[in-house]
């Protein structure tokens, strides 16, 4: 699997509206709080289906997906990842870190970061991220810092940009805590939103 792939096992009704990706596919466009996906805290809008039970949909059209999850049993294995792909790190980052490790850390804040944003739902959809622009791991590697761009979309059509700082702990089992969020948006007013600020 690649970095933001994962597998969950989840009954039905997964409480799911899928939408058709342009370049094949299906991504989850959004979920009832009260169905198996949102109830298991993994899942968020924005995840992309890869895999019903061993079936690969990484590129299946809408209606082929509906019918597998439609066969599939009771409680079914679903793999699902980020759609994040590859995220762009300049060199000028990359040499602010220490080890190949420290970058794969500073990955997985930026990934749960945009976990947390999807999650959280108030700026739109986050289409994508841009470029990591800022980088940075303290604390013997517990502590990862990150600041990026992201395209955002409130209707599907238009779309915004904002200035993404999150500030992440690992933790024991190797997962990610945001411990800070914030979104400054480019445009218009030059707002910013303060989705996370735990004290540490």
Request: proline share 2%; aromatic share 6%.
């Amino acid at each position: 699997m690649a970095l933001g792939d994962f597998t969950v096992e989840l009954g039905k009704p997964l409480g799911i509206i899928l939408e058709e990706c342009d370049e094949g596919g299906v991504y989850v466009k959004e979920m009832d709080k009260n169905g198996a996906a949102a109830k298991s805290k993994t899942i968020v809008p924005g995840d992309v289906l890869l895999k019903v039970e061993d079936n690969d949909v990484s590129k299946s059209d809408f209606d082929s997906v509906m019918e597998l999850l439609i066969e599939a049993p009771p409680q079914f294995k679903l793999t699902v990842g980020d759609g994040l792909g590859t995220m762009d790190m300049p060199k000028n980052v990359v040499k602010t870190l220490q080890t190949t490790e420290d970058a794969y850390f500073v990955d997985a804040v930026v990934r749960e970061a945009v976990r947390r944003i999807r999650r959280d739902g108030r700026l739109g959809n986050l289409v994508k991220v841009e470029v990591i622009i800022g980088a940075g791991v303290q604390n013997e590697g517990k502590r990862g810092l990150a600041r990026f761009f992201a395209i955002f979309s409130t209707d599907g059509f238009t779309t915004y940009s904002c200035n993404v700082s999150a500030t992440g702990i690992r933790q024991d089992d190797g997962s990610v805590r945001i411990v800070y969020l914030s979104c400054a948006k480019d445009e218009g007013l030059g707002q910013t939103y303060d989705l996370i600020r735990e004290v540490v």
